[in-house]
């Protein structure tokens, strides 16, 4: 699997954010992470997440995520 950095895709990033859980990349209304290997993700990692992209690309603008997934890793199920 490709990450992103290593898309031609990259070139058109906003701005990259780093958590001690993985790496979040903001485009023009989309998100893309990448978590790291063996993280529990829950709703407390995704608030940072989404925080993070109202801050980047607004409030006002509809956003897409998708999860870059090469690393294996699982999801709170309640979350």
Same mark, same amino acid.
């Given at each position: *699997?490709?990450?992103?950095?290593?898309?031609?895709?990259?070139?058109?990033? %906003?701005?990259?954010?780093?958590?001690?859980?993985? +790496?979040?990349?903001?485009?023009?209304?989309?998100? =893309? &992470?990448?978590?790291?290997?063996?993280?529990?993700?829950? %709703?407390? *990692?995704?608030?940072?997440? +989404? !925080?993070?992209?109202?801050?980047? =690309?607004?409030?006002?603008?509809?956003?897409?995520? =998708?999860?870059?997934? +090469?690393?294996?890793? &699982?999801?709170?199920?309640? !979350?």
């Amino acid at each position: *699997m490709q990450r992103v950095k290593e898309t031609a895709f990259f070139k058109n990033i %906003w701005e990259i954010r780093e958590y001690e859980f993985g +790496v979040f990349y903001f485009f023009e209304n989309l998100v =893309i &992470s990448e978590i790291n290997e063996g993280v529990l993700f829950g %709703w407390e *990692m995704a608030t940072k997440a +989404v !925080d993070a992209a109202y801050e980047i =690309i607004g409030r006002e603008n509809p956003i897409a995520y =998708i999860s870059n997934r +090469v690393n294996s890793y &699982s999801v709170v199920p309640t !979350d």
